[in-house]
C-alpha cells in the first residue's frame, strides 16, 4: 500500500472534493474524509481524525484552511509529537498532483500544484487576444 492521502474540512468539503477529482481520476481508495459537522466539538473531529489514520502508515493531510478547527485540530497532534505532514488551502490540483505522484513515482509538489492553478481567467484570455492580434 502506497502513501495515503487525508482530506479534512468543514462541512462536506473534503467529501465532495475527492468524489470530483474521482470524476477526472477515477476511483481513489487510497484517500480518506474526515469532515467537521457543524454539531462537533473539536473533540469529536479529533476522534474521528485519529480512527481514519489508525493503521495508516504514511500519509498525508491536506486541511481545507488554515486556522481553522479541521488544521488546528492536526496541528496540535503534531506540536504533540506526532509526525503528520499537513499542508493548508486545499484544492482539487493538489490532490491530482498527489494521484499523479503517487502513479509515476515523483516528487509531490502540492503547494506548487495548489498555486500554480490559480488564475484570473479574464486576464488570461486577454493575454491569449492580444497574442492573437500581433
Known amino acids: 500500500m502506497g502513501k495515503q492521502l487525508v482530506l479534512v474540512s468543514h462541512g462536506l468539503f473534503c467529501q465532495e472534493l475527492k468524489k470530483s477529482t474521482e470524476m477526472?481520476?477515477?476511483?481513489?481508495?487510497?484517500?480518506?474524509?474526515?469532515?467537521?459537522l457543524e454539531s462537533e466539538a473539536p473533540e469529536d473531529f479529533r476522534?474521528?481524525?485519529?480512527?481514519?489514520?489508525?493503521?495508516?502508515?504514511?500519509?498525508?493531510?491536506?486541511a481545507?484552511?488554515?486556522?481553522?478547527?479541521?488544521c488546528n485540530v492536526v496541528s496540535r497532534l503534531i506540536m504533540e509529537g506526532r509526525e503528520i505532514e499537513l499542508y493548508a488551502g486545499m484544492n482539487m490540483p493538489m490532490v491530482i498532483d498527489f494521484i499523479n505522484s503517487e502513479l509515476v513515482g515523483t516528487e509531490m509538489s502540492l503547494v506548487q500544484a495548489g498555486a500554480s492553478n490559480i488564475a484570473y481567467v479574464n486576464e488570461v484570455i486577454a493575454s491569449d487576444d492580444e497574442d492573437d492580434d500581433e
Open 47 to 62: 476522534e474521528k481524525f485519529e480512527a481514519a489514520i489508525e493503521g495508516l502508515e504514511d500519509f498525508v493531510v491536506l
Open 64 to 70: 481545507d484552511l488554515m486556522g481553522g478547527t479541521p
Open 24 to 36: 477526472i481520476m477515477g476511483p481513489q481508495a487510497n484517500i480518506h474524509t474526515v469532515a467537521l
